[in-house]
């Protein structure tokens, strides 16, 4: 391939050889379950996606436009999308995140609903 085309291939091997596959599912199951606590904790908050879910979490803050909640999230470094359908917004997490990103998401979105 031009150019080298070898960086899939070898990001897929790290993973695989590296990381290990099903240390990164349960990391992300683990980081999964401590959002949904973390935001679910919140009042006015509801957590939209069932429980043992892959890596997405979709929410909704109270009578927030989900637009809004990006756009505030995202002028504190906090990177989420809004969705259409249901109107919500999702989160995104892979095994390489933290706790205290969790944390620092719940905050935003608390101080989101408190003005």
Do not use: H, Y
Request: hydrophobic share 45%; glycine share 12%.
């Amino acid at each position: 391939m031009a150019g080298g085309g070898r960086g899939p291939a070898a990001a897929v091997e790290w993973l695989r050889d590296e990381v290990g596959l099903g240390w990164a599912q349960q990391r992300i199951r683990s980081l999964l379950a401590r959002a949904r606590e973390a935001l679910g904790g919140i009042p006015g908050v509801s957590v939209l996606t069932p429980a043992n879910c892959a890596g997405l979490l979709s929410f909704a803050v109270g009578d927030v436009d989900p637009d809004v909640v990006t756009q505030k999230l995202s002028a504190q470094k906090i990177v989420i999308r809004s969705v259409k359908s249901p109107r919500c917004n999702r989160a995104s997490f892979g095994f390489f995140n933290t706790e205290e990103e969790i944390e620092r998401l719940a905050q935003a979105v608390s101080r989101l609903l408190q003005g």
